[in-house]
């Protein structure tokens, strides 16, 4: 009974790291893979509690002490090789990520990770410059220490003064929707959500949710409690929780940068998990022998390890090559080799084999023995002493580290420009609104001149354009003419845009003076309609609509329907393609943008791929946002291809 139980919730934790892989490998195609984490804390919650509320039943007290033990020594030696093991990577290959690595690992170690990860603005979705760090994850072992070590508290407590099953049942309900609540009422629109992400007090209801199932339907009691006609409906009650969670696992209405996910989202399918374990948990029914598999059984018994190194292990390789876009498929299954060799390895190391503080003694002292006895015991021992020392030197020194310049550059112009675009946005739209008031006085003279008059005056029009007071000189050496930055000083744009644009928006702003600017960092394609419907409503959305989108995530046919609908025949839009070469949709985005050009006559692809993918000098090593140089290449070749194909010139 207790292989089939083990079994079948390793197939389980095999969903779901395949799904949280996925994700990180495609976040597109599968936006909701994210919600694997949600299963392995159900089933945290569900295994805890149920050794914990058995311990009561048959001994009627729980042994703490024994129980810290234990889960220190599953899972610190594997947690503590992966920390110093990715310390030694940085120190040896990528120094500019040294900045906080010492608050980093003693985070870890002391299981609050998730609080410093909030504390300190690391959001999940925001990717800077090629500075991410490989420990992001690592949030979710912080909630699991916290539970263990205040889980048996909470438990004794709830034991003593809720006395019955029941009650104790519905406090863990209870607690667990006022935990789905705070998340959906702290929850903002546009807003960073690394608060409700990574809080232990936010992501409570699936831990509860997976303890109350262990009140109401405890593994030792499940024995001879089923007739067969309960497998029948146990079967179908399967089927139709795994369908849901494999449905929201891989669906875009998931998609963690969206409302739908902190508005019950993740709460549903916590509660689909929840019942999906227990039906694997009863006696009767099939599904305990579908998830019990080889395959299932091995990635689930290594679900831990392979949690563990799929972060620093996507994040370095791909650090190493420029060209993802145009290898997706081949550098995706290196990827996952290299995950699941580095997982087994480490597995082995640390799962098989148990050490003591004797055994560390002896292996070190045989190590510095003279002469030296070469064995494959001194060269592991060796091998572990110099990852050691390694890891230790960057981890010591990392205080005198500071943050990488270039990257740090990037992330100060976004954020100078952010709090300047409110500002710039009301000055454009105050230029907006005079320079129409003298359209509309102009015209109304015009009406009343002949037509010798208007042709002298067109004459003079003409000239100003291209002789008048000279504007913007200083970006003539970036490809723009004088003609061409004049006219944009009349042209009147709504820009909507991702970390791309707003690290240029002041740029922008410059040489369109009559340009609002909406840029953000991690937005994405799927807001441009409603954002854009907002500016609608509100009168503010030009004649020339500017989007750069994309760089984030590939978009759909209908999302970009929505915002032609918006925009409208009248309104010319300009799409900027996007030069995103470490990512797998670069080449998605650009060939879709092209294609909807011959659907939609008032749709103009601006090439920034074309005119600067060549161009590595121009970028930040993410090899996507531009540099101080790049920035003004980027804006000028802007408003140069609007300011020709909308004829202003």
């Not at 906080?100 to 690391?122: E, P």
Request: net charge positive.
């Amino acid at each position: 009974m207790k292989k089939r139980y083990i079994t079948g919730y390793a197939g389980l934790r095999a969903l779901a790291v395949i799904g949280v892989i996925l994700y990180h490998l495609d976040p597109d195609h599968f936006g909701g893979g994210y919600l694997g984490v949600p299963v392995f804390l159900v089933l945290t919650g569900y295994l805890i509690t149920d050794q914990i509320m058995a311990a009561y039943r048959n001994q009627g007290y729980f042994d703490i002490k024994s129980f810290y033990q234990r889960r220190f020594k599953r899972l610190y030696p594997p947690l503590i090789a992966m920390l110093w093991l990715t310390s030694a990577y940085i120190v040896l290959f990528q120094r500019n990520l040294l900045n906080k690595l010492y608050q980093i690992v003693a985070c870890n170690l002391l299981g609050v990770y998730n609080w410093w990860q909030i504390f300190n603005g690391q959001s999940y979705f925001e990717r800077f410059a090629n500075n991410e760090s490989p420990f992001t994850h690592l949030w979710t072992m912080a909630i699991d220490w916290q539970f263990y070590l205040l889980w048996p508290l909470v438990m004794a407590l709830l034991v003593k003064f809720a006395k019955k099953r029941r009650n104790i049942f519905w406090v863990l309900v209870g607690l667990s929707v006022l935990s789905a609540l705070e998340m959906a009422l702290l929850f903002r629109p546009g807003q960073d959500t690394s608060r409700i992400y990574y809080g232990t007090d936010t992501r409570f209801f699936s831990l509860g949710l997976g303890s109350a199932m262990a009140v109401l339907w405890p593994f030792e009691e499940l024995d001879n409690r089923f007739t067969q006609k309960d497998g029948v409906i146990l079967n179908w009650t399967g089927l139709a929780t795994l369908f849901g969670m494999l449905l929201l696992m891989f669906s875009p209405l998931m998609n963690a940068q969206t409302a739908f996910p902190y508005y019950g989202g993740m709460f549903i399918f916590s509660f689909f998990v929840t019942v999906f374990a227990a039906v694997i948990a009863a006696p009767v029914g099939i599904w305990n022998r579908l998830m019990t598999n080889p395959v299932f059984n091995w990635l689930g018994s290594r679900s831990y390890e392979i949690y563990l190194y799929q972060f620093p292990v996507m994040i370095f390789f791909e650090s190493r090559v420029s060209d993802l876009a145009d290898h997706v498929t081949l550098y995706r299954v290196i990827e996952i080799v290299l995950i699941l060799l580095i997982s087994e390895i480490t597995y082995r190391l640390f799962e098989k084999r148990r050490y003591t503080s004797e055994g560390i003694r002896y292996n070190l002292t045989k190590l510095f023995q003279w002469p030296v006895k070469l064995s494959k015991n001194w060269l592991k021992t060796a091998a572990f002493f110099l990852v050691f020392l390694i890891g230790s030197s960057g981890i010591i020194f990392s205080p005198l580290a500071k943050a990488d310049n270039k990257d740090g550059a990037l992330i100060k112009t976004i954020n100078d420009n952010s709090k300047q675009q409110a500002e710039m946005n009301k000055k454009a739209l105050e230029l907006i609104k005079s320079s129409r008031k003298a359209a509309k006085k102009s015209s109304s003279k015009k009406s009343k001149q002949t037509s010798k008059a208007k042709t002298k005056t067109k004459s003079k029009t003409t000239k100003s354009k291209s002789g008048g007071k000279k504007v913007n000189q200083e970006f003539e050496k970036y490809g723009i003419s004088q003609a061409d930055l004049q006219a944009a000083q009349k042209l009147q744009v709504t820009a909507i845009g991702d970390s791309v644009m707003a690290s240029s928006s002041d740029i922008l702003h410059q040489l369109l003076p009559h340009a609002v600017i909406d840029a953000t960092v991690s937005r994405q394609a799927d807001v441009a309609p409603q954002l854009l419907q907002s500016y609608a409503q509100k009168g503010e959305l030009q004649d020339n609509v500017l989007i750069g989108l994309g760089t984030n995530g590939p978009f759909t046919d209908d999302e970009v329907k929505q915002i032609m609908q918006i925009v409208g025949p009248k309104r010319q839009l300009f799409w900027i393609n996007v030069v995103v070469p470490t990512r797998s949709w670069q080449n998605q985005v650009n060939q879709q943008l092209q294609t909807l050009t011959k659907k939609y006559k008032n749709l103009t692809v601006i090439d920034w791929y074309g005119y600067a993918h060549s161009q590595s000098s121009w970028f930040y090593d993410d090899k996507t946002h531009p540099n101080n140089v790049g920035q003004n290449y980027y804006s000028t070749y802007i408003v140069k291809e609007m300011v020709r194909a909308s004829g202003s010139n």
